[in-house]
C-alpha cells in the first residue's frame, strides 16, 4: 500500500490495524518520485507493506510502489473502489494461463455512495454529491460499456487505473 502524503489519519489508522512497524528496507530507484519518508511492515500479514511518501499523486505513488515491490506482479486498486471477493483470484488468471500476458484488469464499483463495513459492502447506494454521480455516471459509459464491448473479441484497449494488474 502506498500512503501519498495524505493529511488525514489514513497513516495512523494503518499503523494501528495493521500494526505497522517501520522497517529500513533497501528499494529500487528505477523510477523518479517524491521523497519516501518510511517503509512499514505488518505485525499481523508478512506479505503486507506499507509505503509513506510525500505527496506526489497517483502516477508518483504507483512508481514508488512498484520501486519496493519484489513481486513479479503489481496490482494498483484505488482506495475508493469496491471489488468482488474473488476479484483477485480473477485478475490472476491470464497470467497463470499465458506467461505472455503483461496486464489484465477487472471492473470495480466506486465506493462513493455505498456503506462499507469491516471491508465488506454492506449497501449499495449513489453518491449524494452531483459531481460525484457525474463521474460515476461517466466511469459506467466510457469504461463498463466500452469492455463489455470489446472483452469478447480479446481486445480490451486499456487497463483502468482503479484496477490493474502488470507484470
Known sequence: MVNDGSKDDTLAVLRKALELKPFPE????D??????RAIYRSALYSNVCVVDKDNGGKADSLNAGINVSTAPL???IDADSILSQDS???VVQPFLLDHRTIAAGGTIRV????HVENGLLK????PSNVLALLQLVEYLRAFLAGRQGWSPLNAMLIISGAFGLFR
Not at 26 to 29: G, K, L
Not at 31 to 36: A, D, K, M, N, S
Not at 123 to 126: E, F, Y
Open 111 to 114: 465506493a462513493n455512495g455505498c
Open 123 to 126: 449497501s449499495v447506494g449513489l
Open 31 to 36: 523510477l523518479p518520485t517524491r521523497p519516501i
Open 88 to 90: 483477485l483470484y480473477q
Open 26 to 29: 533497501a528499494y529500487a530507484h
Open 74 to 76: 503489481f496490482c494498483c
